[in-house]
């Protein structure tokens, strides 16, 4: 009745599981409980007569960062900066509500632009979220690799029943790694191998994959996200 732009996701319950059915309600039903600028707002949701599962979130008019990069190039440090600085401000709230993103990639991150400022953040898609609780330290999500391989944390493929919040950080890393050099931190030919190295290489530094010089505090706060190791990586979002 508002007549507010909106896209609406649906899930028919011919084209899924009972499960996906599941997962997709609850996927609303945690992102309805952020309120950052950053983060994607839901509207409303529910099932239509016949069954079909809806939700109606902002329309987002923008270009999401993976179709960026791919036709602009690389972006300029200051730029990149501005980016996921808003990236880590959605995910501070989350992680502060005990929710984990676990699929923060290019493609989920969507820009868009107020009448005087370009470059404003959505994060959308919180489809594979999941929930900590803090003092049983066990989630209510029943453990799976789940996400992207090309921004996916070591632990997420190794021991994916003790996620946390550094996961994140470490995708963050990565989609950095992505705006500033124009390539993913690691290239492979098959997912096995892709997890491979996210397991055991180092990644070289983004100046060295870009071929030019950037700040070496730029690029040393991205390589310590991509850190193996979760307890070397920045302790917050709102620390990073």
């Given amino acids: 009745m508002l007549r507010r732009p909106s896209a609406v996701k649906l899930l028919s319950k011919e084209r899924a599981s009972e499960a996906d059915l599941l997962r997709f309600e609850r996927e609303v039903q945690l992102t309805s409980r952020l309120a950052h600028p950053n983060t994607v707002s839901i509207f409303d949701y529910g099932r239509t007569a016949d069954g079909v599962f809806y939700y109606a979130m902002e329309y987002l008019d923008g270009m999401d960062l993976d179709r960026l990069i791919r036709t602009a190039g690389p972006l300029e440090p200051a730029r990149a900066i501005h980016i996921m600085a808003q990236v880590c401000g959605a995910l501070a709230e989350a992680h502060a509500l005990g929710l984990i993103h676990r699929d923060i990639k290019p493609a989920n991150i969507v820009l868009t632009e107020r009448a005087d400022e370009p470059d404003i953040v959505k994060v959308v898609d919180f489809g594979l979220v999941r929930t900590v609780d803090r003092s049983q330290g066990v989630s209510d999500f029943?453990?799976?690799?789940v996400g992207t391989p090309l921004y996916m944390a070591p632990e997420a493929v190794t021991a994916p029943d003790t996620l946390d919040a550094r996961a994140d950080l470490y995708a963050v890393g990565a989609v950095a790694y992505f705006l500033l050099t124009g390539r993913a931190v690691f290239e492979a030919g098959t997912v096995i191998e892709m997890c491979s190295k996210h397991m055991w290489e180092q990644p070289v530094s983004p100046s060295e994959k870009l071929g030019k010089s950037l700040s070496p505090d730029l690029g040393t706060l991205v390589l310590t996200c991509?850190?193996?190791?979760?307890?070397?990586?920045?302790?917050?979002?709102?620390?990073l």
């Fill in 226 to 239: 991509l850190a193996k190791d979760r307890e070397a990586r920045p302790s917050s979002a709102a620390t």
């Fill in 142 to 145: 029943n453990a799976a690799i």
